[in-house]
């Protein structure tokens, strides 16, 4: 199991960036990944062309982008890099300002998820955000996403409303129902995404009734026939056209609160 901290080294955090617009941000947190031997320049160019392609759907919570780009021969093997910008920069996004970016490099779709749903999980904790955000050595931050729990100590905020524990209705009897959550490029931030809803569920306890699949855009649309609903970002959802089944907009993807809304639209509780 490949672990955050395995795939964040020191030497590819940056706590004090300067960027004067999105793609300048997106090379520095580029530029650390090719320090660190994990990708080439190509794969910067790639990460900012995903944006310019897909729109700032990579702004996955207020003020938090996660850049990244499909696995290709620019990536040397699976890492990251973590820049916190002196000055927050615009991506055109709901969430913007933006001044913590976080780069991946994936060397294929499975190696990174666990380390993603490792990252979700912090950032899913209370007052994360503020957190990270107030770090002041690499050594300090590395220590923090290894121990989520002391991210949490002592901080709060609101929570999801109560959990639900009826039966989703339409729920087949060969299986359980099935809810994509979609990205670009089905490697990052829907793995966010779907930790989320997965948390959500959980606390539903409607995890035996319903599973949760990432997915690309590509893909995305031949996997609707088998989905009751989509959870994408506003940018992705005009990209996915008329699915003929339920797209849900979600603007935070660390929000439960927000998903947990989205769930009770789809299933009328």
């Known amino acids: 199991m490949t672990s955050l901290v395995d795939l964040l080294p020191a030497e590819a955090i940056e ?19 090719v320090a660190t031997g994990v990708t080439t320049p190509e794969y910067t160019s790639e990460m900012i062309g995903n944006v310019e392609e897909n729109g700032p759907y990579i702004v996955i919570a207020p003020g938090f982008a996660f850049a990244h780009a499909r ?55 209370p007052g994360a955000e503020e957190v990270l955000r107030a770090v002041q050595t690499p050594r300090q931050l590395r220590a923090l996403l290894l121990d989520e729990s002391a991210i949490a100590a002592g901080k709060s905020e609101k929570q999801a409303p109560a ?31 779907k930790s989320t809803l997965e948390s959500v569920l959980d606390r539903w306890h409607w995890s035996p009734y319903i599973t949760v699949e990432a997915t690309d855009t590509i893909s995305a649309k031949g996997k609707a026939g088998e989905a009751v609903a989509v959870l994408t970002s506003g940018e992705i959802a005009k990209t996915l056209g008329d699915l003929s089944i339920p797209v849900r907009v979600i603007e935070n993807f660390t929000s439960a ?6 769930l009770r639209e789809l299933f009328d509780v």
Do not use: Q, Y
């Open 15 to 33: 706590l004090h960036g300067h960027a004067d617009d999105w793609r300048a941000a997106i090379r520095v947190a580029g530029d650390l990944l």
């Open 71 to 125: 696995p290709s021969p620019a990536v040397h093997r699976t890492g990251m890099s973590w820049v916190r910008l002196d000055k927050p920069v615009e991506f055109d996004s709901p969430n913007d300002p933006v001044d913590l970016v976080v780069a991946l490099a994936a060397a294929d779709s499975e190696v990174h998820t666990d380390a993603m749903a490792a990252l979700a999980k912090v950032l899913l904790e």
């Open 163 to 193: 959990k639900v524990s009826a039966v989703p209705t339409g729920r087949p009897r060969s299986g359980p129902l099935k809810i994509l959550t979609v990205c670009g490029n089905g490697v990052g931030t829907s793995l966010f995404l």
């Open 257 to 262: 609160g927000e998903v947990d809304h989205a």
